[in-house]
């Protein structure tokens, strides 16, 4: 089966720029995942999708992060302004079912200069 | 404050010897996982353990989960480069969604 895929894989912008992030799971997983990864250190999770309905938003910085999963399939998460910190390698993940393991994307690693 | 401790933070090992990364919280999960990341890519599932005490292997490597289900170990016997990778544990409370801890960087010198 195909993998999740994420684009792109690498994004360089000037702080106070916006960004956005697309994830395509892997069809019929139902659950999808955005991860927060510094390097070197574990993924934070940023948001919770069940199909297209929020689970878990409460580690998202609402006021420069949001996630939309339109459809309960494809998932993008924008980041406007961005910050230095917001720095990061961004995991999208998709499971059949909550509890389950994760198969994760390669990421995207954004770069804010 | 992280939920899942993992040690030691770095480890560069010669390879054919043997280690433990050991993974500790002070909370009770349900079950908990490992996962290896090499650079670039996404971690990739290696074991789920569910049951206190369980112990399971896959190939050189060994997984074990505590008996209080608030710790983990990962002991990988004769070490190659290709072993080489961040490992990490993920447990979760109600089955819900998994929290990762805060890695292990395995360096395996040929």
């Known amino acids: 089966e195909a993998g999740v895929a994420q684009s792109p894989r690498y994004k360089i912008i000037e702080k106070r720029q916006s960004v956005a992030f697309w994830c395509n799971p892997i069809?019929?997983?139902?659950?999808l995942y955005w991860y927060q990864q510094i390097l070197g250190q574990g993924p934070k999770l940023l948001i919770q999708f069940q199909n297209n309905g929020v689970v878990d938003d409460s580690q998202l910085p609402k006021d420069r992060f949001s996630a939309e999963r339109l459809k309960g399939v494809d998932s993008t998460l924008k980041i406007q302004p961005a910050k230095l910190e917001d720095s990061a390698v961004y995991l999208c993940a998709s499971s059949a079912d909550r509890g389950r393991g994760y198969t994760f994307g390669s990421g995207t690693r954004l770069t804010v200069v | 404050t992280q939920l899942l401790e993992q040690s030691p933070q770095f480890l560069s090992i010669q390879e054919g010897e043997n280690l433990t990364v050991y993974c500790n919280s002070s909370s009770v999960f349900s079950s908990l996982q490992w996962y290896r990341q090499e650079p670039g890519e996404g971690p990739v599932l290696l074991v789920t353990?569910?049951?206190?005490?369980e112990v399971k292997k896959l190939k050189r490597l060994t997984f074990q989960f505590g008996d209080a289900r608030k710790d983990s170990s990962l002991h990988i016997t004769a070490a190659q480069p290709g072993d080489t990778g961040l490992y990490l544990c993920a447990g979760s409370l109600t089955g819900n969604q998994f929290y990762f801890g805060t890695g292990t960087s395995l360096t395996v010198i040929p």
């Open positions: 353990v569910v049951t206190g005490g």
């Open positions: 069809s019929g997983h139902a659950t």
